[in-house]
């Protein structure tokens, strides 16, 4: 039976709410594994018996992966669709979890080999990889203009999501039941958020029935399904370039405190166990929370460099606030309760604040590419984040080694100063280049 236009278009104005969810589940059983891995470096430090240079190194290897493979799984969304990739993408991960589980965790009587270890970090962040770019073209081809912003940060809150549930829930698995069973449960919500994919995943019915540059300019079933692209596409996109490296750049202070947030508490602070799964578990949902918001309040205002100008402002003075605090806390920090009180708060503002406006940029990068190019622009973006993913965790260790925690730190602050020019131009700047890309459009047009 075939449903007239009117149908077809309501019909999807629901359905768009179940891809958003299962686009959510899917970013958020990765990051589970990707966020929350790191939430055990401590453990991982003592079951697997590394020092803290191989522990950034193998912490590092899954964002490697994820940035190798970002650009291919992108373009491969494009080409075939958003379901194929989650459904390949997300099952041969929670297969690469299942061989981890049996030939890569340490137990009593046994510790792997490093390159096992390595290799399949190595593996799950390369399969891993297929759920960012594909859930993102999809909310760009289900959801409209007036609330794309909003429906990209909910899919990026996924990522805060699945670090807090990480952070609340792998560390206890792998005190008590070990590693094995961590990559078990890993293995299971990949999975689970494969079966939500195959249910719920599905090209928007209008967009195959009837183009968008048949329908009425400005209507809404137009903007729902804006499949067209501009005449260059992202990979050759200056803008886009420009707005790629501001995101990787701005995420080095993000993953900093991921990465190595746990370590620096216990460490330096002194913490417990319980205070550093309390820290990390604030942070992602602080995160979370200011994604949504973020994103609402952006389509709202029209106002998404305004906003990404802000938290990478305050960034800088957050991170270089707390290589200060530990300056003067010096090596006797452990010894006041203040100190650690003020060190736990600044380092949970930090990573909240470097972490809510990865929906709103986003948006903006999506939209310059054009909804038909959202994979591979998405695909560009995360693949610039990821290898900071790699860079920042191997070289920690080594800037400790050189000045210690302050410099660490201070590096951050330095990495968000960086990137507030190439995530929001001067308007000069920005007006030229535009400038630029119409010029080259109208000599390819004459």
Known sequence: MTHPPSSSLA?????????????????????VAFSGIPMTAVLMRTGYQLDNATLGLVLGLMGLG??????????????????????????????????????????SGHIPSLG????????????????????GRAV?????????????????????????????????????????ALYGLLALLCALSAGMSWAWVHEP??????????????????????????????????????????????????????????????????????????TMVCVQVGAMVMRVWSGRWTDRRRNRPAYLRACSTLSVALFAGLALLVLAGGAHAADSAALRIALVVLLAASGVCVSAWHGVAYTELATLAGAARA???????????????????????????????PLVWL??????????????????????????????????ST
């Open 205 to 278: 019915p209008i967009a195959k029935a009837t183009p968008a540059s048949a329908m009425p300019s400005g209507s809404k079933a137009a903007e729902a399904v804006d499949t067209t692209a501009p005449a260059t596409g992202p990979l050759r996109d200056a803008r886009v370039w420009r707005i790629v490296a501001g995101i990787g750049i701005l995420c080095a202070p993000q993953f900093a405190v991921l990465s190595f947030g746990t370590v620096f508490l216990h460490d330096f602070g002194h913490a417990g166990l319980g205070t550093i799964t309390a």
């Open 411 to 444: 590096a951050a602050s330095a990495c968000a100063l960086v990137a507030l020019p190439l995530l929001v131009p001067r308007r000069g700047a920005a007006s030229a280049s535009d400038q630029k890309v119409a010029k080259t459009a109208l000599s390819r």
């Open 66 to 107: 994820i940035a190798v493979s970002e650009l291919p799984w992108g373009l491969l969304t494009d080409r075939w669709g958003d379901r194929p990739v989650l459904l390949v993408g997300l099952g041969s991960t929670a297969l690469a979890l299942v061989a981890m589980a049996l030939w890569a965790a340490p137990s």
């Open 116 to 135: 096992w270890l390595a290799a399949g970090l190595l593996l799950v962040g390369l399969l891993g990889g297929s759920v960012n770019g594909a859930s």
């Open 140 to 180: 760009m081809t289900w959801f409209d203009a007036s609330e794309r912003g909003l429906a990209m940060s909910i899919r990026q809150t996924a990522v805060p999501l699945g670090g807090g549930i990480g952070a609340l829930v792998l560390p206890f698995v792998a005190l008590h039941f070990g590693f094995a």
């Open 375 to 405: 994979g591979t622009a998405l695909g560009m973006a995360n693949t610039s984040v990821f290898l900071v993913c790699f860079v920042t965790p191997f070289s920690i260790p080594h800037l400790l080694a050189a000045q210690g925690w």
């Open 11 to 31: 019909f999807s104005r629901r359905h768009r709410w179940k891809v958003l969810a299962a686009g959510v589940a899917a970013n958020a059983a990765f990051s």
